[in-house]
Each structure stands twice: as structure tokens, then as C-alpha cells.
């Protein structure tokens, strides 16, 4: 273990389990200091009250416990923003845990502001990307602050070593934790993801263990209804904020997309990515409302933009997404790809009917008081202002440097 550093305050992130429950008392034993707990409510789906508890009966003191709801917060600001790139990891990851880290670590930033505190603290591991992305949130928020991750710092060796701390320190252990969990879970109101132990083999495909667990977010397809659900989303300047002509706020709108897609068997996804400290990671990942709203996303956009700005969007997607999921948030570059994106979305208003049927989401419809679709000028019936007979320039000059190219060729005598 390194040398503690000085350190008189520290903001944890803390969920109340038994792995930062063990962070808690680590740092007051290692470091001397005081602990201040932050757990944000994400929409989760857990309970937090209990965390409270916990971290009085760990001896934080009550003016340093914040439970803060942050699910608005996170639909609004994070979430719709990065839906309205269609951003999408190596073509299919939504990016769920990704988004959800900046905004955990902008508000540590703020409680550490607020209470004076000098450090701050994660449960990341050493050997995954959510390191980097609290990190370098932490050091673009407040770059002096020290940053400790006791993954990287402690001498504990495995899950019994953890286990036999606990129970010298009186750390409650819940049933069924003794033993190392056979995968992990992250959740927000986004998503799911499942890692680890028995996910471990891309080769097998994911347990029922897994898919089926009590607290999944999505079902199977095979287990979804005969019966197709048919929905409209309305959008207005690239969000989304109706169902069925129903306005919600942006975490509730999420969490009916969530409860819709669910009952339909959609968003489950078994893939293998390429992490950002180098290794290859196999996870399962549940995003029933974010595939709905991707899918309609993209589909409003078909008829509200010009084709090059949204093709100047696809192209600007990968990089995009690969920030998000770098942890590069608060960058310069991905604040400046923003700005595009969103300059992008001013005509993005209108309805996209779907239809949501065994984990499958089919666009039935799109329409817009912006469309750009013009049926006159499509239409095999009429002309509608079209001179077929511009295509022939159009052609030929497009062609021009080509025929240059066989020219050339040809008097050269060279072959293909």
C-alpha cells in the first residue's frame, strides 16, 4: 500500500454496500479523516434510505450524509444530450454506465466545494474505465483536489480478505455476500450492465442466471406478448417529451420508454467491447427505453434534416461516443462536437409512431411541420418543378474526373 497522503476531508461515493461500507471505514482508519458520503439516486431502483443509516452507524456525522435525486438531472442534461448525437459505442453500446459517471462526479466536486473537503474518493477498480472517467471529471471540475481509489492503494488481496475486514470492523455483511458475487451490476434509470465470473466466456451465451435475475430491466423476446405495443414519441428541438400525446419530464418520459420496452422483450445485449485501459470486457446490457428512443430519435431526424448535416452527424457519431465512453465529458472537444450536435436540432420537431414488438422497435410513421420530405418532388406521377433532364449534367460532371482517369489509361495501354 502507498504512503497515505495528507488529507483532512474526503467526499465518497457511496452506495451503502459492502464494498464502500469497507471504503468508508478504510479511509477514516488509513487516512485519519473525516468522511463526508454522497449517493446519488439515478434512478437505480434501489432503496437508498438504508445508506443513511449505515453511514451513521460508520460514524459520519448527519450534516455530512447527501442523498441527492439527481434523475431529471441526469435525463435532461446528460442523457438527451448524447441521444440527440445517436450515439452509439462500436455501433451498439447506449453507453449507459458511461453517461452516468460525470454527473456522479460533478456533484461530488460540488459537495466537496461545499463542505470544504480537500479529497474525494471511488470504488472504481484499477482495472476498468470507470477510474478514468471519475478521474478526469474530478481534475476538469477541480484540479487540484486529490483523488483517492482505494483499489489502487490497498493491501486486501481478494473477496475473504475484504470479508474478514468487515467483520473485525462490525460492517454488516447482508446474506449471500460472503462469497464473491457470480457477476457484477451497475444500474440507472438508462440502464443495466452485467459483468464478470460468469459472463466471463464470450463464447457461452448469457446465463438465465443473468437474463432471467428478479431485478432485470427487460425480459427475454421469447417471453415478451403476441401482441404488438404501439406507441408515438413527440420531440420538440431533438427530445423527446410526449408519449401518446402524454408531456412528461425527461426521467419520467425515460422511465415510461423503460416500462413500454420492457414489457416488449426490448434492448438486452450481449457484447464484447473494446475498453479504454486496453482489455477486451464481455457484458450484458439492458436499455429498453434508450433503444426506443434511439430508433425514434433517428427517425424524426430522417425527415427534419438536411442530408448534409446528417451526414456531417454520422460521421461526427464515433468520436462523439468514444469520448463519452473515454470519460472525456467536460473536454474541450467533446463541448465543441456539442454545440454542433445541438445546433443541429432546432428542426427536430415532430411524432414518430412505433411499433414495439418482441425486442423489436419498428417505425410505423414520421411526421414534422419542418419535414423536408417533399412527395411532389419523389413522386413517379409528377414532376413537381424536377427537370429529369438536369440529372445528365449532374452526372456527367460528377463522372468527369473518372473518364480523365480512362483516358489516360486507355492511351497508355494500362489494364485494371
Known amino acids: 500500500m502507498t504512503t497515505p497522503r495528507a488529507v483532512k476531508k474526503v467526499v465518497l461515493a457511496y452506495s451503502g454496500g459492502l464494498d464502500t461500507s469497507i471504503i468508508l471505514k478504510w479511509l477514516q482508519e488509513t487516512y485519519g479523516c473525516e468522511v463526508v458520503t454522497f449517493t446519488a439516486d439515478l434512478g437505480q431502483g434501489e432503496e437508498l434510505g438504508p445508506a443513511r443509516a449505515k453511514a451513521l452507524a460508520a460514524g459520519v456525522k448527519p450534516e455530512n450524509i447527501f442523498i441527492d435525486d439527481l434523475r431529471d438531472e441526469f435525463v435532461r442534461e446528460y442523457v438527451f444530450p448524447m441521444f440527440r448525437a445517436n450515439a452509439l459505442y462500436e455501433g451498439v453500446y447506449l453507453l449507459g454506465t458511461s453517461i452516468a459517471r460525470p454527473l456522479i462526479a460533478k456533484r461530488q466536486i460540488e459537495i466537496a466545494n461545499l463542505v470544504g473537503a480537500d479529497a474525494v474518493c471511488h470504488g472504481a477498480t484499477g482495472k476498468g474505465n470507470d477510474q478514468v472517467r471519475f478521474e478526469v471529471s474530478y481534475y476538469a471540475l477541480k484540479p487540484d483536489v486529490t483523488v483517492i481509489a482505494p483499489w489502487r492503494e490497498w493491501s486486501f488481496q481478494g473477496r475473504p480478505d475484504l470479508i474478514a475486514y468487515a467483520r473485525k470492523h462490525g460492517i454488516e455483511i447482508a446474506t449471500g455476500k460472503e462469497q464473491e458475487a457470480p457477476f457484477s451490476i451497475d444500474a440507472n434509470l438508462l440502464h443495466t450492465s452485467s459483468e464478470g465470473l460468469v459472463l466471463e466466456d464470450p463464447n457461452e451465451p448469457v446465463p438465465d442466471l443473468v437474463a432471467k435475475r428478479a431485478d432485470r430491466r427487460t425480459i427475454t423476446p421469447e417471453e415478451a406478448p403476441d401482441q404488438p405495443t404501439f406507441i408515438t414519441v413527440g420531440f420538440e428541438r431533438g427530445d ?9 419530464g425527461p426521467a419520467a418520459l425515460l422511465g415510461e420508454l423503460n416500462r413500454i420496452g420492457a414489457a416488449n422483450g426490448v434492448g438486452g445485449l450481449d457484447l464484447v467491447e473494446n475498453r479504454f485501459v486496453g482489455m477486451k470486457s464481455r457484458g450484458y446490457y439492458e436499455t429498453p427505453g434508450g433503444t426506443i428512443l434511439w ?4 427517425a424524426i431526424e430522417s425527415i427534419t434534416l438536411d442530408r448534409g448535416a446528417m451526414h456531417l452527424k454520422d460521421e461526427l457519431m464515433p468520436r462523439y461516443a468514444a469520448l463519452i465512453y473515454n470519460g472525456m465529458w467536460f473536454t474541450p472537444e467533446r463541448k465543441m462536437l456539442q454545440a454542433a450536435i445541438d445546433a443541429s436540432q432546432d428542426d427536430v420537431t415532430g411524432e414518430v409512431r412505433l411499433k414495439i414488438y418482441k425486442g423489436g422497435v419498428y417505425v410505423q410513421g414520421r411526421s414534422s411541420p419542418y419535414s423536408l420530405y417533399n412527395k411532389e418532388l419523389i413522386s413517379f406521377d409528377a414532376a413537381g418543378g424536377y427537370n429529369q433532364k438536369d ?6 460532371l460528377n463522372a468527369l474526373r473518372l473518364r480523365i482517369a480512362a483516358w489516360r489509361d486507355q492511351r497508355l495501354g494500362k489494364n485494371d
Do not use: L
Open 240 to 248: 423527446a417529451v410526449s408519449i401518446d400525446g402524454q408531456a412528461y
Open 391 to 396: 440529372a445528365e449534367g449532374f452526372i456527367k
Open 295 to 298: 430508433h425514434a430519435h433517428r
